[in-house]
């Protein structure tokens, strides 16, 4: 699922730090192609407002805890995946439907 690089600090219903849009790398090559790629977009002017993507150097990984995993096939009903994701992951599916595979 895609987000909106223009929002800072927040997508969609989500706001803090960690719902920053930032691109993390690995290697000078990965900062190299991902902002040059943020600067083709903001040429083109494919988003209304300006980018805010952080192009920053991969400092760590860490999984998330235990009751985070497949959050959305565990609870389906809950509010906040009927009004926030589902409809937002049914979008893929409906634009690329050669693409997509039921689970």
């Known amino acids: 699922m895609a987000h909106d690089?223009?929002?800072l600090n927040r997508q969609g219903p989500d706001v803090g730090t960690q719902y920053r849009s930032a691109i993390f790398y690995t290697s000078p090559a990965q900062k190299t192609g991902a902002q040059a790629f943020i600067d083709q977009l903001a040429a083109s002017k494919t988003f209304p407002r300006a980018?805010?993507?952080q192009v920053v150097p991969l400092a760590?990984?860490?999984a998330a805890e235990a009751y985070h995993q497949d959050y959305l096939d565990r609870h389906?009903?809950?509010p906040y995946?009927?009004?926030n994701d589902w409809p937002q992951g049914r979008e893929p599916a409906e634009e690329f439907?050669?693409?997509y595979v039921e689970k």
């Open 76 to 78: 389906p009903d809950e």
């Open 97 to 99: 439907p050669a693409l």
């Open 81 to 83: 995946i009927v009004y």
């Open 51 to 53: 980018i805010v993507t």
């Open 5 to 7: 690089p223009t929002q």
């Open 60 to 62: 760590g990984f860490y």
